[in-house]
């Protein structure tokens, strides 16, 4: 599964366009795919008149409501394409969850312990580095950013590589960035100098096939629909298939496997051999127990060790699938598990940690 966010803070510039087209022509490519609309403008589930009375969850209940799964938020909009919709609900999110720990790694989770099997999926993003979008570059293993010729779509890249770069050394995670030219008139001299400039500066990331300025793109989000289901937009068409195939050659810098592993060490529990692996770091401990659920809340809990590899608290348990509440007791004093990012406020008005199998 590729997961693919698109993403440029200038507003404007292509993101929602490109969203739909290029899914639609993954799709047409004959890949299983999924778009996630991560805008509270709505404009990708707009642009493919999702009808919001046939809609019970949106990406605001996907990334609020710990127990809610992917596949409860997918609206079926045909056979191998998927959506789940936004609202304008979503644009109250960053408040929220502001302060709330882990609450950039809500997407990535929920998509990390889905069992659906996506060739693709694509995240369009709002105009602004906020959560919102922390939180689809997090679930992430590429970005495309469309860049229109204007000097203000540069700036948004520009900034875009330093926030990737963060994300590199502040969590080892790794985002492979591909440039999308889009709404070019090839024949302006400006257009011309514009593709060179960028040629000139980033040239190994910078896709070979562009998207054409056309007020058919125009038309075809106002109608509801992708470029593939416009009369006469063969050229267009083409253009998009061009892309998915560019982009479809391209190989991820990182594989599923991996982002499960780097999922696991920010989201806390994870599937190992001998089971579900619980794991804290608490170097001046002197004893760490889980308890939960399936310790019947006992305060002697079930004892973790210390791991001498890496210093961490460790224990693997054998669990069914299902929803497990649970928390650790270190040195006496209960905590929610520091790594995992879902919670569950319990009868005391506390926070247990929320697994699901
Ligand atoms: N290649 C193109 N040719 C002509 N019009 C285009 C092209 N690409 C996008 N547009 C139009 O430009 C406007 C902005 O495009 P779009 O909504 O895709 O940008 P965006 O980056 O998603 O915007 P926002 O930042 O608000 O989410 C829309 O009206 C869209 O139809
Ligand atoms: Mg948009």
Same mark, same amino acid.
């Given at each position: 599964?590729?997961i693919?966010?698109?993403?440029?803070?200038?507003?404007?510039?292509g993101?929602?366009?490109v969203?739909?087209?290029?899914?639609?022509?993954?799709v047409?490519?004959? +890949?299983?795919?999924?778009?996630?609309?991560?805008?509270p403008?709505?404009?990708?589930?707009?642009g493919?008149?999702v009808?919001?009375e046939?809609?019970?969850?949106?990406?605001y209940?996907l990334?609020?409501?710990?127990?809610?799964?992917?596949?409860?938020?997918?609206?079926k909009?045909s056979?191998?394409?998927?959506?789940?919709?936004?609202?304008?609900l979503?644009?109250?999110?960053?408040?929220?969850?502001?302060?709330?720990?882990?609450?950039?790694?809500?997407?990535?989770? *929920?998509?990390?312990?889905?069992?659906?099997?996506?060739?693709? =999926?694509?995240?369009?993003s709002?105009?602004?580095v906020?959560?919102?979008?922390?939180?689809?570059?997090?679930?992430?293993?590429e970005?495309?950013?469309? =860049?229109?010729?204007?000097?203000f779509?540069?700036d948004?890249?520009?900034?875009?590589?330093?926030?990737?770069?963060?994300?590199?050394?502040?969590?080892d995670?790794?985002?492979?960035?591909?440039?999308?030219?889009?709404n070019?008139?090839k024949?302006t001299?400006?257009?011309?100098?514009?593709?060179?400039e960028?040629e000139r500066?980033h040239?190994?990331?910078?896709?070979?096939?562009? =998207?054409?300025h056309?007020?058919?793109?125009?038309e075809?989000?106002?109608?509801?629909?992708s470029i593939f289901d416009?009369p006469?937009?063969?050229h267009l068409?083409?253009?998009?298939?061009?892309?998915?195939?560019e982009?479809?050659?391209?190989?991820p810098v990182?594989?599923?496997e991996?982002?499960?592993?780097?999922?696991?060490?920010?989201?806390?529990?994870s599937v190992v051999?001998?089971g579900?692996?619980?794991?804290?770091?608490?170097?001046?401990?002197?004893?760490?127990?889980?308890?939960?659920?399936?310790?019947?809340?006992s305060?002697?809990?079930?004892?973790?060790?210390?791991?001498s590899?890496?210093?961490?608290? *460790?224990?693997?348990?054998?669990?069914?699938?299902?929803?497990?509440?649970?928390r650790?007791?270190?040195?006496?004093?209960?905590? +929610?598990?520091? +790594?995992?990012?879902?919670?569950?406020?319990n009868?005391?008005?506390?926070?247990?940690?929320l697994?699901?199998?």
């Amino acid at each position: 599964m590729r997961i693919i966010s698109v993403v440029n803070q200038k507003g404007g510039c292509g993101k929602t366009t490109v969203a739909i087209n290029l899914a639609a022509a993954l799709v047409k490519l004959g +890949k299983k795919m999924l778009l996630i609309d991560m805008d509270p403008q709505a404009h990708a589930s707009l642009g493919l008149n999702v009808p919001y009375e046939d809609i019970t969850h949106t990406t605001y209940d996907l990334l609020i409501e710990p127990r809610l799964k992917l596949s409860d938020t997918v609206y079926k909009f045909s056979e191998d394409f998927d959506i789940v919709p936004s609202s304008h609900l979503l644009s109250a999110l960053e408040q929220e969850l502001s302060g709330k720990k882990g609450r950039e790694n809500h997407l990535g989770s *929920k998509l990390a312990r889905s069992n659906e099997t996506y060739d693709f =999926v694509i995240i369009d993003s709002p105009p602004n580095v906020g959560i919102l979008t922390f939180n689809a570059l997090i679930a992430s293993n590429e970005v495309i950013v469309p =860049v229109e010729p204007s000097y203000f779509s540069l700036d948004g890249l520009d900034r875009l590589k330093e926030t990737l770069e963060l994300l590199k050394s502040e969590i080892d995670h790794t985002v492979t960035m591909h440039i999308l030219i889009n709404n070019l008139e090839k024949r302006t001299t400006f257009a011309r100098d514009f593709v060179c400039e960028l040629e000139r500066k980033h040239e190994p990331i910078l896709m070979n096939t562009t =998207v054409s300025h056309s007020v058919r793109y125009k038309e075809s989000a106002l109608k509801g629909i992708s470029i593939f289901d416009m009369p006469d937009t063969g050229h267009l068409c083409r253009e998009f298939l061009a892309i998915a195939e560019e982009i479809e050659e391209k190989s991820p810098v990182l594989d599923m496997e991996n982002i499960r592993g780097w999922m696991a060490r920010l989201h806390g529990p994870s599937v190992v051999e001998e089971g579900i692996l619980f794991s804290i770091d608490a170097p001046s401990a002197e004893n760490v127990y889980l308890t939960g659920e399936f310790a019947s809340w006992s305060r002697n809990g079930i004892s973790m060790d210390r791991d001498s590899s890496d210093g961490l608290w *460790k224990v693997a348990l054998k669990l069914e699938p299902g929803e497990y509440e649970y928390r650790f007791i270190v040195d006496g004093i209960w905590i +929610k598990d520091p +790594k995992n990012s879902d919670t569950v406020v319990n009868e005391f008005g506390q926070e247990n940690s929320l697994l699901i199998v």
